[in-house]
C-alpha cells in the first residue's frame, strides 16, 4: 500500500490535491470521449472513497466540462490537465491516475467501451477483462 494520502496535480502545478482512504478501482477507457479529452488512446482513472478528495492549492483553477449525459470532466483551466470526473452532486469519482504524483498503489483491472478503440493503437495484450462498453454491474 502507498503511504497515504496520496498527492496529486496539473501540469503547471496550479492545482494540487491530496486523496486520504486508498482507491478503490481502477480501469481503462477507450471510448471517444475520453479519446477527446485527453488526445490519446484511452484514459486511465481511479475509483475513490467518497469524500477521500481534498483540493489542497488552486480550487479556483478546476473547471468542468459538463456533458449532457455522464459525469462532469474537471480540469485545470491554465494548462488543460484531466484531473477527475465528479457527479452533479459535486462528488468527485474517478481520479486520473497520471495526475498523481506517485504510484497510486492500484492497477487498472479492466478496459471498457473497447468498441470504439482507437484503429491506431492496439489495446495491450496485458489479460485483462475488456468490455465493448460498460462492465457488467
Ligand atoms: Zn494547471
Ligand atoms: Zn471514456
Redesign the pocket.
Known amino acids: 500500500m502507498p503511504d497515504l494520502p496520496l498527492t496529486g496535480?496539473?501540469?503547471?502545478?496550479?492545482?494540487h490535491f491530496e486523496v486520504d482512504a486508498p482507491l478503490v478501482s481502477a480501469s481503462y477507457c477507450h471510448c471517444t470521449r475520453c479519446q477527446r479529452r485527453t488526445g490519446t488512446a484511452a484514459s486511465v482513472q481511479g475509483r475513490i472513497a467518497p469524500g477521500s478528495l481534498r483540493i489542497t492549492r488552486?480550487e479556483e483553477?478546476v473547471r468542468a466540462f459538463r456533458p449532457p449525459d455522464g459525469f462532469a470532466k474537471m480540469f485545470?483551466?491554465?494548462?488543460?490537465?484531466a484531473l477527475w470526473s465528479q457527479s452533479a452532486d459535486g462528488e468527485v469519482m474517478s481520479v486520473r491516475l497520471g495526475a498523481f504524483d506517485t504510484d497510486p498503489g492500484i492497477r487498472p483491472s479492466f478496459h471498457q467501451f473497447v468498441a470504439y478503440a482507437a484503429p491506431w493503437e492496439p489495446i495491450p495484450d496485458d489479460g485483462l477483462p475488456r468490455y465493448a462498453e460498460r462492465p457488467p454491474a
Do not use: T
Open positions: 496535480g496539473c501540469l503547471c502545478g496550479g492545482v488552486g483553477l485545470c483551466a491554465d494548462c488543460g490537465s
